[in-house]
């Protein structure tokens, strides 16, 4: 071979080696850009929205899938079908303040800094401090827009307890509940600005303010559907007065009920110049009003679920219906008359079952099992560390919840309470424990020479029918230690009990 043709052969050979080691480093270019990613972004999924709809006062039997047999609630059940039932979940209190703060703590009302609807003139309720981390401020250290539409009853506009100052970056509706107890108010509040109601001036009814906070909730979705969100709806509804539009759907429970006995209203409850705002008003149709009241809120469900569906984030959000307490007698409502708690005895402020068992729907599509069940016992201060560990977020030390979010996904290995506890705070005083099946309760601790101890066993008593107390001294002893050990000093609450007790 001539020298011409070895320098052909060399620049060949050349060529292939320059063109396979082009060919290795784009593979290894490949391949790299596939390691330099770690296993979270591989595997990171899209936050999921939170809703969470809380209803004033309905009880556990004013839903249909639950039982109802004369309110019509499609989209309540509907969510029931398409997501998970608790049968055994507990709001925080027999009333509405302290259940929420129990809710936004994680701590019972044995440690939560509100313990009842301690009332501040003129305006709004006793404060929770701002140093606590809540279940909403959980939600923005996540980086998700916040928002509460409601009623609200944990702190005056500028307080410590003010929604602004708990977490949320938005609010609207009642921040006072007395002032909740009207559907007619002359204003409600736009995070620190009053707003005016047209037609409205505690006098005259124009405006329905439960529909105008609706608007509002359905204008947040709106917003932040492009960014995860976390939207709180207090929902005023049913809690009295007992005022309804005379709509469509008040027209039909008017039909099927027909003539009512009239609710009359004690002095200052009805609109006109000597109305005092706390009251109820009159109502000659209590009955067709109730169901109306609760079939609306099943209305404003099945708008907040068709905006998501409508905006493409159904899939991706989480839905919890529930109740702030068990269901009321006030304004008129006939709670025997609709079997309003269901199977169980008791009302709100009781610390039987009626006034605490709640129901608790979970809708989360891929997540939830559709139309399953638990029978895992849970309450409202479990919820502050559940969300925390499906955000990724450390809970707060020293709560008393326990996250239940292995129960959400079906899983079997789920961590359970010791004991439930609960105090309130009118009535004497009232406090209870439940402790595997065995419920204790103890009316009129205030006076201990009045003081009733009961003792029940929920597996075969749920109704609260049978006190064990007398012929099971060694665990009534056991759960009064309970009781004695979950009361914690509180500034402002303390001298509501006796200390003895």
């Known amino acids: 071979m001539g020298q011409d043709g070895v320098i052909v052969l060399s620049f060949l050979i050349s060529e292939k080696i320059h063109t396979m080691s082009m060919r290795l480093l784009i593979i290894l270019m490949v391949i790299g850009s596939f390691s330099c990613q770690s296993p979270v972004e591989e595997t990171r999924e899209t936050p999921p929205n939170v809703i969470f709809i809380l209803a004033d006062d309905l009880g556990y039997g004013d839903l249909g899938f639950l039982g109802q047999q004369y309110i019509e609630t499609p989209?309540?059940?509907?969510?029931?079908?398409?997501?998970?039932?608790?049968?055994?979940?507990?709001?925080?209190?027999?009333v509405c303040a302290p259940s929420r703060s129990?809710?936004?703590?994680?701590?019972?009302?044995?440690?939560?800094p509100v313990r009842g609807n301690y009332e501040v003139q003129p305006e709004g309720q006793y404060p929770m401090p701002d140093t606590l981390l809540t279940l909403s401020k959980v939600f923005q250290q996540a980086g998700y827009a916040t928002g509460a539409f409601g009623k609200w009853g944990l702190g005056f506009i500028g307080t410590s307890g003010d929604p602004i100052n708990q977490g949320f970056d938005q609010?609207?509706?009642?921040?006072?509940?007395?002032?909740?107890?009207?559907?007619?108010?002359?204003?409600l509040w736009e995070n620190q600005s009053q707003v005016n109601l047209?037609?409205?001036?505690?006098?005259?009814?124009?405006?329905?303010?439960?529909?105008?906070?609706?608007?509002?909730?359905?204008?947040?979705?709106?917003?932040?559907?492009?960014?995860?969100?976390?939207?709180?709806?207090?929902?005023?509804?049913?809690?009295?007065?007992?005022?309804?539009?005379?709509?469509?759907?008040?027209q039909k429970y008017r039909a099927k009920f027909g003539d009512e006995t009239p609710h009359q209203a004690p002095p200052g409850g009805d609109y006109g110049p000597e109305m005092k705002i706390p009251g109820y008003q009159s109502n000659p149709y209590p009955r067709a009003t109730f169901a109306a009241m609760v079939e609306r809120i099943d209305r404003y469900?099945?708008?907040?679920?068709?905006?998501?569906?409508?905006?493409?984030?159904?899939?991706?959000?989480?839905?919890v219906f529930t109740s702030d307490n068990g269901a009321h007698f006030e304004g008129g409502a006939d709670y025997d008359f609709f079997d309003s708690n269901g199977p169980f005895r008791g009302l709100k402020r009781d610390l039987y079952e009626g006034g605490i068992h709640v129901p608790l729907?979970?809708?989360?599509?891929?997540?939830?099992?559709?139309?399953?069940?638990?029978?895992?016992?849970?309450?409202?201060?479990?919820?502050?560390?559940?969300?925390?560990?499906?955000?990724?977020?450390?809970?707060?030390?020293?709560?008393?919840?326990?996250?239940?979010?292995?129960?959400?996904?079906?899983?079997?290995e789920q961590?359970?309470?010791?004991?439930?506890?609960?105090?309130?705070?009118?009535?004497?005083?009232r406090q209870a424990v439940l402790k595997d099946g065995w419920k204790l309760v103890k009316y009129q601790v205030k006076d201990s020479t009045q003081t009733t101890i009961e003792l029940f066993n929920l597996a075969d008593d749920p109704q609260e029918n049978k006190d064990l107390a007398a012929q099971n001294?060694?665990?009534?002893?056991?759960?009064?230690?309970?009781?004695?050990?979950?009361?914690?000093?509180?500034?402002?609450?303390?001298?509501?009990?006796?200390?003895?007790?």
């Not at 989209?75 to 027999?94: K, Q, T």
């Not at 509706?173 to 909740?180: F, K, L, V």
């Not at 499906?390 to 899983?411: M, N, R, T, V």
């Open 102 to 112: 129990t809710l936004l703590t994680g701590l019972h009302t044995g440690h939560t």
């Open 415 to 429: 961590a359970k309470h010791d004991h439930l506890y609960w105090e309130f705070h009118e009535l004497g005083g």
């Open 301 to 319: 469900v099945g708008e907040v679920v068709g905006k998501l569906e409508e905006l493409g984030l159904s899939e991706n959000t989480l839905i």
């Open 361 to 412: 729907v979970v809708k989360w599509p891929a997540k939830v099992k559709a139309g399953s069940q638990s029978d895992h016992v849970s309450a409202f201060w479990d919820w502050l560390p559940t969300f925390a560990e499906i955000l990724g977020q450390k809970s707060p030390d020293g709560i008393d919840g326990i996250s239940f979010l292995p129960a959400l996904l079906g899983e079997s």
């Open 75 to 94: 989209n309540i059940d509907r969510l029931a079908a398409e997501g998970m039932v608790f049968l055994n979940h507990y709001s925080g209190s027999p």
């Open 171 to 187: 609010f609207f509706g009642y921040n006072c509940q007395r002032y909740a107890h009207r559907y007619y108010p002359a204003y």
């Open 198 to 250: 047209p037609g409205n001036d505690w006098t005259n009814k124009f405006t329905y303010a439960p529909d105008l906070i609706q608007e509002k909730t359905v204008e947040f979705i709106e917003k932040n559907a492009k960014n995860p969100f976390f939207l709180f709806m207090p929902i005023v509804m049913p809690h009295a007065e007992l005022a309804a539009l005379e709509d469509e759907i008040f």
């Open 473 to 501: 001294p060694e665990k009534v002893e056991e759960l009064e230690r309970i009781i004695k050990d979950s009361r914690f000093k509180n500034p402002v609450f303390n001298l509501f009990l006796d200390e003895k007790n």
